[in-house]
């Protein structure tokens, strides 16, 4: 009797499916870290949908093969939908290559009147890794330019009890020891553009002339949007600060801010 090879597990597809397996555990294992971490944002969820998408796609593959081998519109669809996430993955890379060397060092920036560092969540009365890091930049060039005002911008986040803008000011203050007078505090704003527009007049109000340079402080995948919205707002002058972004969570904000300016792109931010 002949035996009919079983193409599902031929050596092109076997590797296929131990790349699925590896894929899959990487995207769902850092995204489970991230949310034990206290992390939940598209950035965070997307891996996860990947990973686990990937993983199931690993278990059902003969399955799967089956399906596609049944009819030519299976095969068909199979194909469309491997075609559509490589597209999406090479827009991805194509954005991710654009944030790179995004900003200026502490040290490169001008002369400016005031320094406004852009919100990025708090936890339990302290910054978030991503807004520390943001804040000792700030304080960074702060002691390069003692004259410039710092304003701090947001508002209160889901479940805390203080304002962004309070906790990043007393962050300053206590390990930096930025002096208070120094501080202009933004309590209301919710995005980055209400941080930008919402921080303008507290500035305005303290001596800042309206067309005197100053800088922009964020993280080096935020800048790109930031400064359009600045771009948008007609406010000239600014100087992007570049953060760096902790390692940890790097490359899922990078795919946070993918969306994000989407969605600020959809929405005319930008």
Known sequence: MTLK????????????????????????GDALLLMGMGHFNVGVVVPAVLGAAALLLCWKWRAAQRWRAEKPGHAWLWRLGWSGLTL??????????????LGLEPQQVPQVQAIVVLGSGTLNGHPRPVLAKRLDTAAELAKLQ??????????????????????????????????????VLEKL??????????????????????????AMVSSDFHLMRA??????????????????????????????????????????EV
Not at 9 to 17: C, E, T
């Open 227 to 268: 400064m359009d919205m600045a771009k948008q707002q007609n406010l000239p002058n600014a100087y992007p600060v570049a953060a760096p972004t902790p390692l940890t969570t790097r490359f899922n904000a990078w795919l946070r801010e993918y969306f994000a300016m989407a969605s600020s792109w959809l929405l005319g």
């Open 189 to 214: 704003s919710t995005s980055t553009e209400l941080n930008i527009k919402l921080s303008r007049p507290f500035l305005l109000e303290r001596g800042m002339a309206a067309d005197a340079p100053w």
């Open 88 to 101: 999406w993955l090479l827009s991805l890379l194509w954005f991710w290559s654009r944030l790179f060397s």
């Open 5 to 28: 090879a079983d193409s599902s597990i031929s050596p092109d597809r076997g590797l296929a499916r131990t790349l699925l397996a590896v894929v899959g555990v990487l995207l769902l």
């Open 146 to 183: 003692p004259g410039a005002l710092i304003a701090v911008c947001g508002g209160v986040d889901w479940g805390e009890t203080e304002s962004e803008a309070e906790v990043m000011a007393r962050y300053l203050e206590q390990r930096h020891g930025i002096a208070p007078g120094r501080l």
